[in-house]
C-alpha cells in the first residue's frame, strides 16, 4: 500500500483502532511493535516497542515478536498483524485451550485457507531460541513455529483473518 497500514483509514478510522478494539479484551497488556510513527502508535498504548538493536533493520515480523516477548510482562505473548480488523472475538482463549490440550509451546491461528502465522500465542521464555533463529538469518514465521513445535489451531471463518492488503480491501465492511 505503500505507506504504514496500522495507520491507514478503514471505516473512517485507523487500522490499528480496529485491531486494539479487537484485541485488547483478549489480553491484559498490549504491545504495540513499530518501526516509525511510534509517536502515533503511542496514542493507542505505552507500549511501544522498536526491533531490537542487536538485529540488523527490518527484520520482519519475528523481529517485532521478539521485541514484544522482551517487554511482555506476562510468561504468554499473543501476536496479530495490524492489518487484520476484523479479529475472532475468542482468538486467545481458544489458542490457550489449544496449548493446554496439546501440551505444544505455540498455538497459531489456521483456517481452511491457510495458516494465519502472526496470529499466535507463545511463551515468553522461547525469546533466546527466537534470537537464535534471526541471527541465523532465518525470518519465516511458519518455519519458526514449526521448529519449535507449533499446534495449528482451526477457525471456520476466513473472514476474521482477513487481510487488509490493498486500496480496495478497504471498502471491506467489519461483520460484527
Known amino acids: 500500500m505503500g505507506t504504514d497500514k496500522g495507520l491507514v483509514s478503514l471505516q473512517g478510522r485507523p487500522m490499528i483502532a480496529h485491531v486494539y478494539e479487537r484485541f485488547a479484551p483478549q489480553v491484559t ?3 504495540i511493535s513499530a518501526n516509525r510513527n511510534q509517536e502515533v502508535y503511542a496514542n493507542y498504548c505505552e ?3 522498536a526491533d ?3 538485529l540488523e533493520a527490518w527484520q520482519g515480523p519475528l523481529a517485532g515478536v521478539l521485541a514484544g516477548m522482551r517487554r511482555c ?3 504468554w505473548i499473543a501476536t496479530t498483524p495490524c492489518d487484520t480488523p476484523w479479529l475472532p472475538g475468542d482468538l486467545i482463549a481458544r489458542l490457550g485451550q489449544a ?3 496439546s501440551g505444544a509451546q505455540v498455538a497459531v491461528a489456521c483456517t481452511s485457507e491457510q495458516r494465519h502465522a502472526t496470529c499466535m500465542l507463545a511463551p515468553t521464555a522461547l ?3 527466537l534470537l537464535a533463529y534471526l541471527r541465523s538469518g532465518n525470518r519465516r514465521v511458519d518455519a519458526w513455529q514449526d521448529r519449535v513445535g507449533a499446534v495449528e489451531v482451526f477457525f471456520d471463518t476466513n ?3 482477513a487481510n487488509v492488503n490493498s486500496r480496495e480491501d478497504l471498502t471491506e465492511t467489519s461483520p460484527f
Request: net charge negative.
Open 52 to 54: 531490537p538493536q542487536e
Open 29 to 31: 497488556q498490549i504491545l
Open 159 to 161: 473472514y476474521g483473518f
Open 127 to 129: 525469546a533466546p531460541d
Open 99 to 101: 496449548l493446554g490440550e
Open 73 to 75: 510482562e506476562t510468561a
Open 47 to 49: 507500549d511501544v516497542v
